[in-house]
């Protein structure tokens, strides 16, 4: 099996099937060795230092009045103990643990363990999905968690409306006519940032169709033999990235859309010579790119980078 994109893997047992007995969650609750992840602001609680790591809170740190299954969503098992997340609902940054920062998971994902940063994306995901979604979209009432804080339940008795936990399929693509890929940038990256083409599937639109729209409506190029490559969980807030590679039928640019400000053709030897700015390495953008490059031939792309970081 090739290697997982960054924020993926079975990182941790879901026991998804236990999340109806509230006897578990009550036993996790209990038990003095589960901890919980918080997010504050969209941010995960890191430990910092040379090698980062997942901040894992013992649960009486949480207030004793958020101790339940209303506050509190059971993620499963990790390394052997229950975790939890919640979300510190706080304007201003929380007391922190000496030691400890809040980050945006973007930013330091690379840098921690895989199974760590699978853990903080998951519990991201989810405090987002919750937090979005206090009310019912079929009447309005407030929403009570239920299994585990997995469904969210409508508290109308009328209506009783069940809300799941919802992702939103992206694709993201390398276009390509051989020697060069194509690439764009959005007005708000840093200067001199390109990446791959992406954007959200549509009602009725199977992936494949996907990808043949948005290139088509973003660059103006058409294309084919579209084939998968990988996927990359992207909780920022709850997308799926699904990743293809796709040859170009055509090669002259025309953006049809504003979606991006600029869009190039950019060979090997422009990324050897440090031309464009590619992507973090923790998108699946990055290894998108990173695998059409290598498939040239000669030094490897996070070579070339890393190599010039250095200098």
């Excluded at 941790?12 to 038990?31: E, G, I, S, V």
């Excluded at 919980?36 to 609680?45: K, Q, R, T, Y």
């Excluded at 339940?153 to 799941?164: I, K, L």
């Amino acid at each position: 099996m090739q290697s997982r994109n960054i924020l993926a893997g079975p990182y941790l047992d879901r026991a998804a099937h236990l999340r109806k007995n509230a006897q578990r969650f009550a036993t996790a609750l209990a038990d003095e060795r589960s901890r919980a992840v918080p997010v504050w602001n969209s941010c995960n609680l890191i430990i910092v230092g040379e090698a980062p790591r997942a901040a894992l809170l013992d649960l009486s740190v949480i207030p004793e009045q958020r101790r339940n299954s209303s506050d509190l969503t059971l993620l499963g098992r990790f390394d052997d103990i229950d975790i939890f997340t919640y979300e510190i609902e706080a304007l201003e940054p929380p007391v922190l643990q000496t030691g400890t920062r809040f980050e945006d998971l973007r930013l330091v994902a690379s840098q921690l363990p895989a199974e760590e940063a699978g853990l903080l994306g998951y519990a991201r995901g989810m405090v987002a999905w919750r937090n979005r979604h206090r009310f019912c979209g079929s009447c309005g009432f407030p929403t009570i968690a239920s299994r585990a804080g997995h469904v969210l339940v409508c508290t109308n008795p009328a209506c009783s409306h069940e809300q799941f936990p919802r992702i939103d399929p992206a694709i993201i693509v390398l276009v390509s006519d051989g020697e060069r890929a194509l690439l764009g940038r959005q007005a708000a990256w840093p200067a001199g940032r390109y990446s791959t083409i992406a954007g959200f599937v549509e009602p009725g639109e199977s992936l494949e169709d996907a990808v043949a729209r948005e290139v088509l409506e973003e660059t103006g190029i058409t294309v084919d033999q579209i084939e998968y490559q990988s996927s990359q969980p992207w909780p920022f807030p709850s997308s799926l990235m699904l990743g293809f590679s796709a040859r170009a039928l055509t090669t002259r640019i025309e953006r049809q859309d504003d979606e991006l400000e600029d869009a190039q053709w950019f060979s090997r030897q422009d990324l050897r010579a440090g031309r464009p700015l590619v992507p973090p390495n923790v998108s699946i953008s990055f290894r998108l790119i990173e695998q059409w490059f290598d498939a040239g031939g000669g030094p490897k792309l996070r070579e070339i980078l890393n190599a010039s970081a250095s200098r």
